[in-house]
T-cell receptor
Framework: DAKTTQPNSMESNEEEPVHLPCNHSTISGTDYIHWYRQLPSQGPEYVIHGLTSNVNNRMASLAIAEDRKSSTLILHRATLRDAAVYYCILSGGGTSYGKLTFGQGTILTVHP | DAGVTQSPTHLIKTRGQQVTLRCSPKSGHDTVSWYQQALGQGPQFIFQYYEEEERQRGNFPDRFSGHQFPNYSSELNVNALLLGDSALYLC???????????FGPGTRLTVL
């Protein structure tokens, strides 16, 4: 399975934008980039996913590099409820289809 | 619209016992995946069921088995429990043709 690399932790202040980076230099052409987050004592929650183009939804934006070897999850205005572990996952290509391979993720702390 | 539900919420067993965990997928979903999450780690893929068949399996021993019913609900069975099986067990549902998974709140299993 193609691997992703994320910073262990990041901090932000409330109402400021947050940019969470992810490197995936071994991504294959059929791999989608998925982001999930896990709040304390809850199951992971789908945030956003994309293949090549930047994507926006009500929760966040996903910016994908032109060579697809990195991506950035953007939370436009962080709130205290956004404090969670954020996972960047590659899925959809070949034998990885149907399973999500979670790494350690990035622990996001949001300060009031 | 109910999301993914899991039962029980918590469970305590002793070594050598057997356990069954249950999952009801999100309405309209036909695929169920199971994950194990040890404390402080990301979830690890156990297996996925579609059309009552195991479609993919992660690196887990045969002590871990599952079943999917005609109504798409699923069970995870673990035999001969070990202390190391203590974890949060997560169920996720999806559509077979889609790669986005929706997670339940999990079952916390403690093996003494």
């Amino acid at each position: 399975d193609a691997k992703t690399t994320q910073p262990n932790s990041m901090e932000s202040n409330e109402e400021e934008p947050v940019h969470l980076p992810c490197n995936h230099s071994t991504i294959s052409g059929t791999d989608y980039i998925h982001w999930y987050r896990q709040l304390p004592s809850q199951g992971p929650e789908y945030v956003i996913h994309g293949l090549t183009s930047n994507v926006n939804n009500r929760m966040a934006s996903l910016a994908i590099a032109e060579d697809r070897k990195s991506s950035t999850l953007i939370l436009h205005r962080a709130t205290l409820r956004d404090a969670a572990v954020y996972y960047c996952i590659l899925s959809g290509g070949g034998t990885s289809y149907g399973k999500l391979t979670f790494g350690q993720g990035t622990i996001l702390t949001v300060h009031p | 619209d109910a999301g993914v539900t899991q039962s029980p919420t918590h469970l305590i067993k002793t070594r050598g016992q057997q356990v069954t965990l249950r999952c009801s997928p999100k309405s309209g979903h036909d695929t169920v995946s199971w994950y194990q999450q040890a404390l402080g780690q990301g979830p690890q893929f156990i297996f996925q069921y579609y059309e009552e068949e195991e479609r993919q399996r992660g690196n887990f021993p045969d002590r871990f088995s599952g079943h999917q019913f005609p109504n798409y609900s699923s069970e995870l069975n673990v035999n001969a429990l070990l202390l190391g099986d203590s974890a949060l067990y997560l169920c996720a549902s999806s559509l077979a043709a889609a790669n986005t998974q929706y997670f339940g709140p999990g079952t916390r299993l403690t093996v003494l």
